[in-house]
Nanobody, 121 residues
């Protein structure tokens, strides 16, 4: 069974940077897409950014220009570089991978255990 393991969370001051990394136990190209979601207390889990096997990326409006998703084929990792962090970025960040049928149906979602990011002075 495939596993996703996140690392890199922590406490950072507003305006600072953090880099999250997600390692998978198999090739990142075996998934249709991989990405990052976040969930703040009392809120739903929302997409932050994702990257498809074809290299297309998608970002939440709230992080555009500040966050960058990237992948390393050799190490089977997907990273999220987070710059200019704000207090509202505080959340548990989850790595995700999923498949998609030729008809666009999403299936086989896999989730990591989550890593806490806290932005506070």
């Amino acid at each position: 069974q495939v596993q996703l393991v996140e690392s890199g969370g922590g406490l950072v001051q507003p305006g600072g940077s953090l880099r999250l990394s997600c390692a998978t136990s198999r090739s990142i190209f075996s998934f249709y897409a991989m990405g990052w979601y976040r969930q703040a207390p009392g809120k739903q889990r929302d997409l932050v950014a994702h990257i498809t096997k074809g290299g297309s990326t998608n970002y939440a409006d709230s992080v555009k220009g500040r966050f960058t998703i990237s992948r390393d084929n050799a190490t089977n990792t997907v990273d999220l570089q987070m710059n200019s962090l704000k207090s509202e970025d505080t959340a548990v960040y989850y790595c995700n991978a999923y498949q998609r049928t030729p008809y666009g149906l999403r299936y086989q979602d896999v989730w990591g255990q989550g890593t806490q990011v806290t932005v506070s002075s």
